[in-house]
């Protein structure tokens, strides 16, 4: 990589303010899936056994610019605190007088878990005036958030604008990896997209028709391209305003002669709970009242025969809510499938996808388990990251 790592700055005494993505699933306050932050430790502990201040910084769920209680960091500075083996002290706010005091409470070694950047409006639109705000904090910017630096936020890459920048470990690793296996792929190379982020995702389906020789959709990005083809989708998970694009992603598929495989079958539920009555429905058949929430087996069994058959395969966003039993099946076939298969190169990405494979306990059968879902889509793709071009060149 042609950016400066934290190996490339002088470390000792200073005060780091070091951007992670902790946005960890959690239910009930509790953090019910830590890849993410044991991915974050050896930079934390790099920086820690260095000399310098660690300030911490994250995002959590998605509140839009205003406080949320249930997304504040608290429970994991709890979870980050066992790991390290070290006390984490843990700010109320992400930046201002009160965050200035606490910082000059820490000694060599010690570190702060500021709050939920995104309760601020100015992080994602990458306000300036927050941006300084972050950078007056500290005297090096680390940015280790792998999995958000296809954002454009100011504590992803306005700060970076005024502070030395440079990459952490996990950063350095990921684009390593990622770059390696997709530098000169091996072939049949498959791209599996699912999950929920459908605004998000749905536009890397252009670029990767141009490298992929399979996609497989599921997740309830499905359901967007089940409607372009004219079927009912009930209550499924729908972009209304993408149906077009959708449309043409499967005609350019034809003339690309990549082989594009949707759900034949789903799961429908008359509820999103576990309580809910549920049925195996043929993708025409999907009745107008229920919501299809994981994929059929049918549809399952012929994406593990695609996986099988491939060289290579990305793998982001699960294909059904695996988080709730019964529509966790087509989630865990494909997971095994990837498990089972030794000759395939296997690449999972993102928060969520990483936390099936870690209940599966299959996460060590894999090649890879990357902490980005959309940033190693858009890596992949051959999108520059703004996280990641904002840092200082070698
Ligand atoms: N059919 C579906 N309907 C609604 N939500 C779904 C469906 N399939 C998967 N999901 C949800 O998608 C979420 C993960 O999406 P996303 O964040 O895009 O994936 P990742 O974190 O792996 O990048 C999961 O919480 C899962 O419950
Ligand atoms: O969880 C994340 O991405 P992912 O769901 O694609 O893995 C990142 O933390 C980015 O979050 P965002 O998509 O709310 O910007
Ligand atoms: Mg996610």
């Keep these: 990589m042609n950016k400066k790592s934290v190996k490339d700055v002088e470390l000792k005494g200073k005060r780091v303010f070091c951007r992670v993505d902790f946005n960890v699933p959690m239910k009930d306050g509790q953090v019910t899936d830590e890849t993410r932050i044991r991915a974050a430790i050896p930079t934390i502990e790099y920086l820690t056994k260095q000399g310098a201040k660690v300030i911490l910084a994250s995002h959590l769920g998605r509140p839009k610019g205003s406080v949320v209680e249930e997304l504040r960091l608290t429970p994991v500075a709890k979870r980050l605190s066992e790991l390290l083996g070290k006390d984490v002290k843990k700010a109320d706010e992400a930046y201002g007088d009160s965050v200035k005091a606490m910082i000059e409470t820490l000694g060599e070694g010690d570190v702060l878990l500021l709050e939920n950047v995104r309760f601020y409006p100015g992080e994602e639109k990458n306000d300036s005036e927050l941006a300084k705000a972050f950078a007056e904090l500290a005297d090096v910017y680390v940015n280790d958030a792998f999995g958000a630096a296809h954002r454009?936020?100011?504590?992803?890459?306005?700060?970076?604008?005024?502070?030395?920048?440079?990459?952490?470990?996990?950063?350095?690793?990921?684009?390593?990896?990622?770059?390696?296996?997709?530098?000169?792929?091996?072939?049949?190379?498959?791209?599996?997209?699912?999950?929920?982020?459908?605004?998000?995702?749905?536009?890397?389906?252009?670029?990767?028709?141009?490298?992929?020789?399979?996609?497989?959709?599921?997740?309830?990005l499905a359901y967007t391209f089940v409607k372009a083809k004219g079927h009912e989708i009930g209550k499924s998970l729908l972009?209304?305003?993408?149906?077009?694009?959708?449309?043409?992603?499967?005609?350019?598929?034809?003339?690309?002669?990549?082989?594009?495989?949707?759900?034949?079958?789903?799961?429908?539920?008359?509820?999103?709970?576990?309580?809910?009555?549920?049925?195996?429905?043929?993708?025409?058949?999907i009745p107008a009242d229920w919501e299809a929430l994981d994929i059929g087996p049918k549809t399952a069994e012929i994406y593990s025969d695609v996986i099988q058959n491939s060289k290579l395969v990305i793998w982001n966003g699960?294909?059904?809510?695996?988080?709730?039993?019964?529509?966790?099946?087509?989630?865990?076939?494909?997971?095994?499938?990837?498990?089972?298969?030794?000759?395939?190169?296997?690449?999972?990405?993102?928060?969520?996808?990483?936390?099936?494979?870690?209940?599966?306990?299959?996460?060590?059968?894999?090649s890879h388990i990357s902490t980005g879902g959309g940033a190693s889509l858009e890596f992949m793709e051959g999108k520059a990251l703004p996280g990641v071009v904002a840092l200082n060149d070698k």
């Excluded at 604008?161 to 350095?172: D, I, N, Q, W």
């Excluded at 498959?190 to 497989?216: C, F, P, R």
């Excluded at 699960?318 to 296997?346: C, H, I, Q, W």
């Design 239 to 285: 972009e209304e305003d993408k149906i077009d694009l959708a449309k043409t992603f499967m005609q350019k598929a034809e003339e690309k002669g990549v082989n594009f495989y949707m759900p034949v079958d789903a799961i429908v539920a008359d509820d999103f709970s576990e309580e809910a009555n549920i049925k195996t429905v043929a993708i025409e058949e």
């Design 318 to 366: 699960p294909m059904g809510v695996f988080e709730l039993k019964k529509f966790a099946n087509g989630t865990r076939a494909v997971a095994e499938a990837l498990a089972e298969a030794n000759d395939t190169y296997s690449v999972i990405g993102g928060g969520d996808s990483a936390a099936a494979v870690e209940k599966f306990h299959l996460a060590d059968r894999m």
């Design 152 to 220: 454009a936020h100011a504590s992803t890459e306005g700060i970076a604008h005024h502070l030395p920048a440079v990459s952490g470990l996990l950063m350095e690793k990921e684009l390593d990896v990622l770059g390696k296996a997709l530098s000169n792929p091996e072939r049949p190379f498959t791209a599996i997209i699912g999950g929920a982020k459908v605004k998000d995702k749905i536009g890397v389906i252009e670029n990767l028709l141009e490298k992929v020789d399979n996609l497989i959709i599921g997740g309830g």
